[in-house]
């Protein structure tokens, strides 16, 4: 007998807040997360806007914690905050008699963002001659700099595994504790797996999602030199739009999606409340090119494919997809057509929407918010929409719930995730029915 | 619980800096070899600590196809090294892979079916060249001495190449591991340190013993020989420094006299496949991959458990999932890193497991030969020591002279011994964060 996965917290830090109530009313308005950068000078790059992260409570969510976690990067501090918010919707912190054991943590967790006026000093100081004249960089002038600039505890905080490690402190788990870092597909690759763990029997309980943000100079420039970021300055706040004829690249937004999934007896045995059932999931690779999608979507399909049939599920049991949706141009041309193959005549009556039109794209943590989006959507019967979206592209021709959410029953919902590097995730997510 | 189909390991490959593939590898541990030495690959001399352990040379052409010679640009060093890894590991398990036919090494009537195929692989926090980095920061430099954003901006980024992000993604390791072999079932990236490897074996493990994937190519492989490696390193107090000049006695696991690791590059890989398709291509088997467990070290994410218990759950997780107890085990392939506060956590973890005669079984390591890369040492001790359960041959562990005579573990300090292992399990842990992984490996039994 499967082991069943059900979720019963979840918890958010984004562009449009930290509450998933909040978020989920203001997605849902179709309001959007973007605005000129302002966490570094960003005024003369090719790209000049981002979806930031603004306020959120941290101190108070950590209590007496706080101090502990001082050190913590950008991407560990939203992975603590979105974790205490789920760790609390699930009931956990009532909860008696916990094998801390089988409580584990399996993140999707970005690099932390570099240390940078030391890293970037030091590099300096290792390519100048004496007299202060560019040379080809020399190690020998470089380390005196490194090691008087360079912070061990900084460098430590920026380890990918660190945000999974302060939450597993945080709240004393000591069961599995993995992160993966599949770019794009990380946070549904992660849920996906620690799914896998709980029916296996490897834990019980899993604090899983993602956290990321790339919005720093060495982020932005990498995605800038790629040509895969949206430059549309003069209206940044439109710029992107998935499916959209005139999408011109994504947009870096940055935040955390963490969810409790938790076996179902467990779940039952300690009265906590279900809100939603992971059904299945798929993961392939494309194993095609290092700088291109597979044109026909062979991955995308196949995950798809994998996570339904994992569900038990039809394509017709599908009432709403979450797109991976970045708003460049293959992805969105890409994803349509796997879309289409998978979903045969049915695809363009299932509503897709990409909710990074407002939240921009949060790479390793995005899927883990657009599942928590998911779950709402069935609780609520309502898809959010992808706004910004005014111009049909006949190479993406399905229903993309344009401008304005949709009341619509939803039973069960599929989330897709695709990274660089034909990374390739699908997760099912299912009403709960005893 | 879920049926689970038996899982079996037909291949290991290695690239360690004693030697590309396992046979060299192997024959070096046995001779007693230690790969420490000055670094070549730059000049470390300003850095307080000035050795490590480097790869022989290699020619990248010998271990990919003719089709993926253009995509070596897009390699950092750790690609590199992953694609030799790859290379050595398919070869020795007879695996036929879309490389092995386009370099003309085998028919393709005999490749393995692509969508049963997954790869799981341990990589690091891969830093960017400096070389290439500086040469471009350079062209923003204001005030003689750092990066001016505006002129970054402007044009100091175009200095850098297209697909500069491309080489230093983790997960980039596994994509072109995925193309030159044309793997498309699942895949993963695993990010968790020195840990990572073991957590990237025990979850493909699960992959096919759930039925997702008959056949995965799953270990570490990491580089930490370039400036930025190193010189976190440093800076995180990890490293020995005092033995510049002593570089074959520097990495000393379970050691008392020496304080501190040294860094290394390379990395280790397995083939593990479904019993039933290993019978079916009478695939030679090197052992059956039984348990795996994992744990957390809660205690704080900058240093380790004292009593190590996150290294005793993950050990009984192990043995309990492989169905085996503790006085089964004939070999222990501890971590060691050379850091006392690590090794006595580590020690602690294994003793409350194993209990106060534990010295009295047989145990190896690859730290004092090798010292430690990252997210590739646990893959290439989890080889060693599966060689060491093939062949029934204890291989020496260079350094341990201290750990033996403090009773911590049974270690070979001289020649190997020949011992009848039937089963043996191998721990990895990271030094940041606190994962914990242990693998359980049994002799193969038809039944």
Known sequence: MNR??????MGCVTPLGFEVEEVWRRLLAGECGIAPTTLFDAATFPTTFAAEVKEFPLAALLGDQSERHASASRNSRFALAASVLAWRQAGLDQALALDHTQIGVYLGGGEGPLDFDASTQAAIAGSRDDDGQ????????????????????????????????HIASLFKLQGPNFNTLTACAASTQAIGEACNMIQYGDADVMITGGTHSMIHPIGVTGFNRLT????????????????????????????AGIVVIEELAHAQHRGAKILAEIAGFGSTADAYRVTDIHEEGRGPIGAMRIALHKAGLEPADIDYISAHGTGTEENDKIETRAIREVFGDLAPNVPISSIKSMLGHLIA??????????????RDSIAPPTIHYHTPDPNCDLDYIPNEARKTNIRAALSNSFGFGGQNNAIVVKAFTP | MQDKRRVVITGVGVATPLGLGIEDTWDALLSKRTAIGPMQGFDASELPASIGGELPAFK?????????????????????IAMVCAYQTV??????????VERGEAEADAKVDPVRFGASLGAGLIPADLRELAAAFNTAVTDGKSLNLTAWGEEGMTNLTPLWLLKFLPNMLACHVTIVHDAQAPCN???????????????????????????????????????????????????????????????QPFGQDREGMVVSEGGGMV???????????????????????????????????????????????????????????????????????????????WRAVFGPDMGKKHAATTRGALGINGAGSGAIDFAVSIMALYSNTVPPSQNTEAAIAANAFGFVSSDSRDADITAMISLSRSLSGGQRAALVVKKFQEN
């Not at chain 1, 069943?4 to 917290?9: E, Q």
């Not at chain 1, 943590?365 to 069935?378: D, H, K, P, R, W």
């Not at chain 2, 070869?91 to 092995?100: E, P």
């Open chain 1, 365 to 378: 943590a995005a899927g883990a918010v657009e599942l928590i989006v998911c779950v709402q959507a069935i």
């Open chain 1, 4 to 9: 069943r996965t059900v979720i019963t917290g």
């Open chain 1, 228 to 255: 895969a970021l949206s430059t549309r300055n003069d209206d940044c706040y439109t710029a992107s739009r998935p499916f959209d004829r005139t999408r011109d690249g994504f947009v870096l937004g940055e935040g």
């Open chain 1, 134 to 165: 560019p040379i080809d960089f020399d190690s020998v002038r470089w380390a005196p700099a490194a090691m008087e600039l360079l912070n061990g505890e900084r460098e430590l905080e920026q380890e990918p595994n660190l945000a999974a490690a």
């Open chain 2, 60 to 80: 990248l052409a010998d271990y990919i196809p003719k089709s993926h010679r253009k995509s070596a640009k897009l390699m950092c060093r750790d690609i590199e």
């Open chain 2, 189 to 251: 990236t695993i990010t968790c340190g020195e840990a990572s490897g073991h957590l990237a074996i025990g979850e493909a493990f699960r992959t096919i013993a759930r039925g997702d994937a008959d056949v995965c190519i799953c270990g570490g492989v990491e580089s930490k020989t370039n400036p930025m490696g190193i010189g976190r390193q440093i800076k995180m107090d990890r490293i020995n420094t005092q033995d510049n000049d002593n570089p074959t006695l520097a990495s």
């Open chain 2, 91 to 100: 070869k020795h398990a007879g695996l036929v892979t879309k490389c092995m």
């Open chain 2, 271 to 349: 083939i593990i496949e479904s019993l039933d398709h290993a019978q079916s291509r009478s695939a030679r088997i090197l052992g059956e991959l039984a348990g795996f467990g994992s744990g957390h070290d809660i205690h704080h994410w900058q240093e380790p458990c004292p009593d190590g218990e996150g290294t005793a759950i993950a050990l009984r997780k192990a043995l309990a999932d492989a169905n085996i107890k503790p006085d089964e085990v004939d070999l222990l392939n501890p971590f060691g890193t050379g850091i006392a506060k690590h090794d006595e956590s580590e020690l602690a973890g």
